[in-house]
């Protein structure tokens, strides 16, 4: 029995073939797509320069009229005049000022009388722990010396109570604390050179007005004489609590 169809005349037989080439041609068109490069193309616009010819200008000469150069300076001629020398110069002779063994010395005999002692007056200032006779405050009159030194400290304390004063600026800003006072007693028995140190300047204030109204006293004495006499106290301010 004869096939009815033509086998040369079928599709179908060679479809594997054509399939593995449309593949390739497929991968081939895929690859070219993929590898195809496309540039940005920029607009560039080409203008015409003209330069027209330069124009040179002529420069006009302008002559200036300069003022003459100055003449040149006059030579002056000095005149020269010749003097013969007809003054005789005396010479100087320096004597020399070296006393030697052959010169004989002038012998004065100076009597005591004619030498002038002036008496320095010093000035000392003893401590209060130091001092032979120590200021007698008014009142410690014709107290004995050993007790000289316990009625003058309790009359400074006595002094330092009745005019003790709390300044009021302290009590506001609630200041207190311990004020050194020191200060001197001259060779004339006033109080002077009185310094402090505290914790606040209204309160070093403070204390050396007090002491500053101590009354004149009978100088310290050291060897007989009047000495300056430096002494030294405490005043504490203190706030209590009510």
């Known amino acids: 029995m004869k096939p009815k169809k033509n086998p040369e ?10 399939f593995a080439i449309g593949l390739n041609v497929m991968l081939f068109l895929s690859w070219q797509a993929l590898e195809y490069k496309t540039y940005d193309k920029e607009l560039v616009t080409i203008d015409v320069l003209s330069i027209d010819e330069e124009l040179d200008e002529d420069i006009p000469i302008v002559n200036i009229d300069a003022p003459p150069p100055p003449p040149p300076p006059a030579v002056i001629q000095e005149a ?14 320096i004597e020399s000022t ?15 009388s004619d030498v002038d002692v002036e008496e320095v007056e010093e000035d000392v200032e003893v401590p209060f722990a130091a001092i032979e006779n120590v200021p007698v405050f008014p009142g410690c009159e014709g107290q004995p010396k050993k007790k000289m030194k316990d009625c003058f400290q309790k009359k400074i304390q006595e002094h330092i109570v009745k005019n ?7 009590l506001d800003m609630s200041i207190q604390g ?56 405490p005043i504490f301010f203190k706030l209590y609590e009510r």
């Open 80 to 93: 020269i005049t010749i003097v013969e020398d007809v003054e005789e110069v005396e010479e100087t002779i």
């Open 178 to 233: 311990r004020v050194s006072v020191i200060f001197v007693i001259d060779s004339k028995g006033h109080t002077t050179n009185v310094r402090s140190r505290g914790p606040d300047k209204v309160l070093e204030t403070e204390a050396e007005r007090i002491i500053g109204l101590l009354p004149k006293m009978t100088p310290g004495n050291q060897r007989g004489k009047p000495v300056k006499v430096s002494y030294a106290v």
């Open 164 to 170: 003790f004063k709390y300044p009021d600026v302290a």
């Open 9 to 18: 005349l079928e599709i179908g037989r060679h479809s594997s073939l054509y």
């Open 98 to 112: 070296e006393a030697n063994q052959s010169d004989a010395l002038e012998e004065r005999i100076v009597a005591v």
